[in-house]
Nanobody
Framework: QVQVVESGGGLVQPGGSLRLSCAAS????????MGWYRQAPGKQRELVAS???????SYVDSVKDRFTISRDNSKNTVNLQMNSLEPEDTAVYCC???????????????WGQGTQVTVAS
């Protein structure tokens, strides 16, 4: 069993900052890509930021220069520092981890339960 747990959401004013954290635990041999997705009401889920085990990072254009993703491979954690938040960033943010549970298994996606981020004055 693998568990993925997020924390750090909340209500913030426009221009403010929040830091999301995600930790994967359980039967883990290795984690490949970890990422943050978000889904706003009435919109499709989108990949906000991702980071590979080797540190290759990708962002959706709308958050570049405002959000920073980082991970600690030794702790199986990934963080998302969100600065200069805008009302359009309001969404449920979910953490994803591509986990290999044994040395000879393939990878499988595991998801957290999601954390609400609301940007409003």
């Amino acid at each position: 069993q693998v568990q993925v747990v997020e924390s750090g959401g909340g209500l913030v004013q426009p221009g403010g900052s929040l830091r999301l954290s995600c930790a994967a635990s359980g039967s883990i041999f290795s984690i490949y890509t970890m990422g943050w997705y978000r889904q706003a009401p009435g919109k499709q889920r989108e990949l906000v930021a991702s980071i590979t085990r080797g540190g290759l990072i990708s962002y959706v254009d709308s958050v570049k220069d405002r959000f920073t993703i980082s991970r600690d491979n030794s702790k199986n954690t990934v963080n998302l520092q969100m600065n200069s938040l805008e009302p359009e960033d309001t969404a449920v943010y979910c953490c994803n981890a591509q986990v290999q549970v044994t040395s000879d298994s393939g990878t499988r996606d595991y998801w957290g339960q999601g954390t609400q981020v609301t940007v409003a004055s």
